[in-house]
């Protein structure tokens, strides 16, 4: 879950020099701070998912899920705010990117969950694999976001 802070300015004049910028810095200093955010949030659970020795199977493959979820849930985030800013060329290209990348995803992450035989540790494999990949796309996203 995240929160929006809002600060207000001391005086009108920090709020006119506040709102000042390109809309594109602001947008980088907005996916700055989307990447940090998800990144605390995911430290938490990696930290409690490998400091808990008092865990079970079950509880572990729910942490591993919600680490997944973090990237995951800004994935989607920056790919609407990319939908908003490319034209469409480079969308359709970006697409197509995209498919190739979710399949490659799928298939390394079933290879992950293959490696337990489909035990309970298979989940939190998967899980964590599907993390890893996802939080790579991330970036790659986050840099396309970055260069417009």
Same mark, same amino acid.
Do not use: F, H
């Given at each position: @879950?995240? %929160?929006?802070?809002? *600060?207000?300015?001391? $005086?009108?004049?920090? /709020? @006119?020099?506040?709102?000042?910028?390109?809309?594109?810095?602001?947008?980088?200093?907005?996916?700055?701070? +989307? !990447?940090?955010?998800?990144? *605390?949030?995911? $430290?938490?659970?990696?930290?409690? !998912?490998?400091?808990?020795? %008092?865990? $079970? *199977?079950? @509880? +572990?493959?729910?942490?591993?899920?919600?680490?997944?979820?973090? #990237?995951?849930?800004?994935?989607?985030?920056? #790919?609407?705010?990319?939908?908003?800013?490319?034209? /469409?060329?480079?969308?359709?290209?970006?697409?197509? &990117? =995209?498919?190739? #990348?979710?399949? &490659?995803?799928?298939? &390394?992450?079933?290879?992950?969950?293959?490696?337990?035989?489909?035990? /309970? +540790?298979?989940?939190?494999? %998967?899980?964590?694999?599907?993390? &890893?990949? $996802? =939080?790579?796309?991330?970036?790659?996203?986050?840099?396309?976001?970055?260069?417009?």
């Amino acid at each position: @879950a995240s %929160s929006v802070v809002v *600060q207000e300015p001391a $005086t009108a004049e920090a /709020s @006119a020099e506040k709102s000042e910028g390109t809309a594109e810095e602001k947008g980088d200093l907005d996916i700055a701070r +989307m !990447l940090t955010d998800a990144e *605390q949030e995911a $430290t938490i659970l990696e930290n409690k !998912l490998a400091g808990d020795a %008092s865990l $079970t *199977q079950a @509880a +572990m493959n729910d942490l591993s899920y919600e680490i997944y979820m973090v #990237w995951d849930d800004l994935l989607n985030e920056l #790919w609407g705010i990319l939908k908003e800013c490319l034209g /469409s060329e480079d969308m359709d290209k970006l697409l197509q &990117e =995209q498919r190739a #990348w979710i399949t &490659e995803k799928e298939a &390394e992450v079933k290879a992950a969950g293959k490696e337990y035989g489909g035990g /309970s +540790m298979a989940a939190l494999a %998967s899980n964590l694999k599907a993390a &890893e990949l $996802t =939080q790579a796309r991330v970036a790659v996203l986050a840099e396309y976001l970055q260069e417009k």
